[in-house]
């Protein structure tokens, strides 16, 4: 109710209670979001999709009840979202396409699209699926009709994408907290748009730059001062937004790179939005060299020691080449088997996925043991499946074991290794409360990501990075590129660049 509030505060003028000029404007809306990890040998599918349609998108937006009470119409096709992972299969995201196209032939004249994107979709088959897909919807709405989107700042946005885009804007904080204002926000403008009429301009700089989230947070230094001047610089006379775009750098593509996206009103203050992208460029190519980790890091051998440390402190530590919020499986069994191998105790493995196991030991009662074959099944080039025999501590009831949140707790040894059936990771406390555990009475912690989500790193005494190989390697420049942009930071170390002198993209 509170984000709904200060949305509609952030409204324009005469744009509540259906008031003119935006009562019986229509908006149509729709979304594909994954994060597609190019070197993943692991394909996302149509059922690695959580898809909403009609009144199941309207209910839960608070942009939408915004839209409502302003008295605009607001028709919603398809919001797909899936889980980070390897590329989209080309059937599923065509599926996804022509319902979306179809929902647009029959909405009839729109006043403006709304894309709840990711910006970082990758599809098999495609060059640029999000470009191939917002230029198939530019030609069904014509060119008076506003498109807007919301992204992810780890998106990788296209200029043959971006030249059908009027409005966008992304989230400004990693690790992410800001997905729903951004939602609005980027609603707002197009509202605001509608409103006075406007053409908004886009202007964008890419910097050319391959940096992993671990390196781009942005409540830390160096980028912690520049995204706080986000909104002093969206705010300046005849600007509308500001966004810069960490980018993704697990996606071996031409269009993997940093940007920076300055929205004006209309091409009166492209000008202004020019110098105000050039500004946030520059600083953050001039800080290149201090997008480092926040926390310490080294192998994962390394770490156990560093872990050792710590007594009396729980320690978590990311498995960050197997990291799942970013499209690595989740299966490889690296850490597992060199914590069997050095037989350490009180430790938690949160969590390992193989539905073939999970399976088996859903067949299989507490306190019973069962011996089987874990892990390094999907992630086979960096890991290879483990043998063992455990102990079900866990089992997930009846009601949820076959759904996503299905999971099962195993001692190995004095190693507590969850088993899980989906892809995911264990980013928020609840993810601990549903099995029963309280991580804090572990010595050690290891998590399936890289930084650590907001509830975690408020919880978490002592935050290790441990350098694991994985489809997330964190060493950029080892990762085999063969099509991302030439020369970039850090693959070409001696280039030289500056935002004055570059092109818009």
Known sequence: MAKFLLFLLLLPA????????????????LGIRNESNTFSTAPTRESDFTVQRGPEVLAAA?????????????????????????????????KFRDEILAGIRKAGPLDGVYMEMHGALHVEGYDDAQASLVSDIRQLVGTQTLIAGSFDLHGNLS??????????????????????????????????????GLRPHIECITIPILVPGEKSITDVLPLKAIYEQIPAVSSRPGLMDASIFAGYCWADLPRSAMRVFVVAESDEYKEQARKAAEELAQQIWDKRQELQLSV??????????????????????????????????????????????????????????????????????????????????????????????GKILYKSAPETIDNKRGAILLDID??????????????????????????????IVVVKLGYLFPQLRAIAPVQLMALTAGFCNLD??????????????????????SAIHSTNY
């Open 159 to 196: 200029p043959a994408f971006v030249q059908h885009l009027n409005l966008l804007s992304g989230y400004r904080t990693a690790p992410h907290r800001d997905v729903e204002e951004t939602r609005q926000r980027a609603v707002n403008m197009l509202l605001t748009a509608l409103a006075k």
């Open 296 to 389: 310490p890091s080294g192998s994962f051998a390394a770490m156990l020691q560093e872990a050792a440390k710590h007594k009396g402190k729980t320690v978590f530590i990311s498995d960050s080449g197997d990291n799942t919020t970013a499209g690595a499986p989740g299966d490889n069994t690296h850490v597992l088997a060199t914590l069997l191998e050095k037989k350490t105790k009180k430790v938690l493995v949160a969590g390992l996925v193989d539905p073939e196991a999970f399976a088996q030991c859903s067949q299989q009662k507490v306190n019973e043991t069962i011996r089987l074959s874990l892990g390094g099944k999907t992630d086979y080039t960096f890991s290879r499946p483990v043998t063992i025999t």
């Open 14 to 29: 005469g744009v509540m209670a259906g008031h003119p000029p935006l009562a019986g404007k229509r908006i149509l809306t």
């Open 414 to 443: 004095g190693v507590s290794t969850v088993i899980l059936n989906n892809r995911r990771s264990f980013t928020e406390t609840r993810d601990f409360r549903e099995i029963g555990v309280d991580p804090l009475q572990y010595d």
């Open 476 to 497: 950029i420049p080892t990762l085999p590129y063969k099509r991302v942009a030439r020369p970039s930071y850090p693959l070409d170390l001696d280039m030289s660049w």
């Open 62 to 94: 608070s942009w939408a009840a915004a839209c409502k009470a302003a008295g605009v119409e607001v028709i919603s096709t398809v919001h797909a979202y899936a889980w980070p992972g390897g590329v989209v299969e080309k059937k599923a995201f065509e």
